[in-house]
């Protein structure tokens, strides 16, 4: 495994909309493994595969440090619910904004076999596959931003003024 340069806005790459996976090949396995190093060693949520620069259609979600998920081909089956909350991404260092989102969404994807299966995910994981699953189509989550995006300094130091 190895660590992979992580894409940052302005990037043409992520701009791109992502292409379906068709079979599980070493260099996918080897990309998927190298993705989840990455997203932890960056203390990150959330990975697409645009975002090491590669346009597959892959993303690697962990939003509690002990639940993985691998999602190949992705797509979302049901939203419900809204909120609304700071949002950052590993393309966009430094910065945050206020993002609405669905409070629950259901998603059918591939796993690393390219066998079918479902997730449904509430809050944190509601917002991270929304946000993952948009990269895949080139968005980021900026377009969404309400407001001024944030310094990240200013979270840390209690929530910006309005």
């Given at each position: 495994?190895?660590?992979?340069?992580?894409?940052?806005?302005?990037?043409?790459?992520?701009?791109?909309?992502?292409?379906?996976?068709?079979?599980?090949?070493?260099?996918?396995?080897?990309?998927?493994?190298?993705?989840i190093?990455?997203?932890?060693?960056?203390?990150?949520?959330?990975?697409?595969?645009?975002?090491?620069?590669?346009?597959?259609?892959?993303?690697?979600?962990?939003?509690?440090?002990?639940?993985?998920?691998?999602?190949?081909?992705?797509?979302?089956?049901?939203?419900?619910?809204?909120?609304?909350?700071?949002?950052?991404?590993?393309?966009?260092?430094?910065?945050?904004?206020?993002?609405?989102?669905?409070?629950?969404?259901?998603?059918?994807?591939?796993?690393?076999?390219?066998?079918?299966?479902?997730?449904?995910?509430?809050?944190?994981?509601?917002?991270?596959?929304?946000?993952?699953?948009?990269?895949?189509?080139?968005?980021?989550?900026?377009?969404?931003?309400?407001?001024?995006?944030?310094?990240?300094?200013m979270?840390?130091q209690?929530?910006?003024?309005?």
């Open positions: 495994m190895a660590l992979r340069k992580i894409r940052e806005m302005g990037d043409p790459v992520l701009t791109k909309r992502c292409k379906e996976v068709t079979e599980m090949t070493p260099r996918t396995k080897f990309l998927i493994d190298d993705m190093e990455t997203m932890q060693a960056a203390d990150g949520v959330g990975l697409a595969a645009c975002q090491v620069g590669v346009l597959k259609r892959i993303v690697v979600i962990d939003t509690t440090g002990e639940d993985l998920h691998v999602l190949i081909n992705p797509e979302i089956l049901e939203t419900s619910g809204e909120q609304e909350g700071y949002e950052g991404c590993l393309s966009v260092p430094g910065k945050s904004g206020i993002v609405k989102r669905p409070n629950y969404v259901k998603v059918k994807a591939l796993d690393e076999h390219m066998q079918p299966f479902e997730l449904e995910g509430e809050e944190l994981l509601a917002r991270a596959i929304c946000h993952e699953l948009e990269h895949l189509d080139g968005h980021l989550y900026v377009e969404r931003v309400i407001g001024e995006l944030v310094d990240n300094s979270l840390q209690g929530e910006p003024e309005e």
